[in-house]
Each structure stands twice: as structure tokens, then as C-alpha cells.
């Protein structure tokens, strides 16, 4: 049987969420400030720090796709919704659920940046570290995390478990 197992606690998240809020709404102050979140692990994490931001937003959405593993392709990514927020010339803050090879971050920069958005960075919550494979910058990460197949406060498995309040990794 399949069991989850607790790895950041609700609390842990919604203290965490605060200080990146707080952080980002100093930075960004008087600015421009376009949250982008990428559909659908980040939505929870994006609803979240939205409501702890003190200062005026844009939000928008993007959804990509990767092909699976079992293409030699591995880290091409491809769009499926863009935003319809026009960004040129505003500041994108992406907020993502988790980075893991980085292929996905690393193709939203690109494509923000030929947008020309007046600065594009990240906002990640949980960071695989151990895997990457392409160097991403992150302006702002809220936990690292073992490498293990994480679920809940968004992440799912099979499109399950994305409601968890938590942070659990699937174990035997
Ligand atoms: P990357 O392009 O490999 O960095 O892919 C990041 C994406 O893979 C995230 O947006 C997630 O959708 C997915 N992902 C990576 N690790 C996990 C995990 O442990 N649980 C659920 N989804 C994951
Ligand atoms: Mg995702």
C-alpha cells in the first residue's frame, strides 16, 4: 500500500509563505509587479503568497508541457497557455511549486525575457536540488528538498493529492 508521509508541516509552508511575501513586497515596491503562476501545481503556493503581498499586483497564468522520459527529448518544453497580462516593460515574478531538472523555469525566463519584461525572476517553493540539470537563478525559495516524489499543497500524483494542506512524499 502506498502511504504518504509528512514532510513540511502546514505551518512550516504559511510561515515560510509570509517572509517571501514580505520579502517580495519590499522589492518590488512602487514597481510594476506581474505575478505569473505556472498551472496547476503552483496554484495553492500562488494563491497564498497573492494574499500575504501588501502591495498592488497583476496576476496572470502560464501552463507548459514536457514530454515524457521516455523521449530522448527530455528537457524540451513547450507552451500551452500563455499570459494575457501584456508584460512588456513590467516586472515577472513566476511562482512555481517545485524545481527539479529546471527545464521548465529556465524555458519561462527565455520566454519572458523575449516578451521584454523590464526584469523576470522566480519564486519557488520547493527546490530538488540534487537533480538539476540547467543553472537557474531563484530569487526566492522557500525549502530544499530530498530527492523523493513529493505531493500535496498543490504537487500531485496521477493528478491526485494536490489538495494535501502538506508537503508528504509517497513511501511503501
Ligand atoms: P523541471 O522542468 O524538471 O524542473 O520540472 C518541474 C515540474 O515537474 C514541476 O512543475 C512539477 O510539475 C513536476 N515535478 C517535479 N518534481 C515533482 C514531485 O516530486 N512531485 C510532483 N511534481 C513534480
Ligand atoms: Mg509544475
Redesign the pocket.
Known amino acids: 500500500m502506498r502511504q504518504i508521509k509528512k514532510l513540511i508541516s502546514d505551518r512550516e509552508i504559511q510561515n515560510k509563505v509570509k517572509s517571501l511575501a514580505k520579502k517580495i513586497s519590499k522589492d518590488y515596491r512602487a514597481k510594476d509587479l506581474v505575478l505569473v503562476g ?1 498551472l496547476k ?1 503552483a496554484v495553492i503556493f500562488f494563491g497564498d503568497i497573492l494574499k500575504s503581498i501588501s502591495i498592488p499586483v497583476y496576476m496572470d497564468f502560464v501552463q507548459v508541457s ?1 514530454y515524457g522520459a521516455s523521449m530522448s527529448s527530455k528537457g524540451v ?1 513547450k507552451l500551452k497557455k500563455d499570459v494575457e497580462v501584456r508584460v512588456k516593460g513590467k516586472h515577472v515574478l513566476l511562482i ?10 529556465d524555458f519561462l525566463l527565455k520566454h519572458f525575457a523575449k516578451k521584454k519584461a523590464a526584469s523576470v525572476n522566480i519564486c519557488v517553493l520547493l527546490d ?1 536540488v540534487s537533480r538539476r540539470m540547467v543553472d537557474v537563478p531563484l530569487k526566492y525559495k522557500g525549502f530544499e528538498v530530498p530527492d523523493k ?3 500535496g499543497y498543490g ?2 500524483y496521477a493528478e491526485k493529492n494536490r489538495n494535501l494542506p502538506y508537503v508528504g512524499f509517497i513511501s511503501r
Open positions: 505556472v501545481g514536457s518544453t512555481e511549486d517545485i524545481i527539479d531538472y529546471g527545464y521548465t523555469l530538488k516524489f513529493l505531493v504537487l500531485d
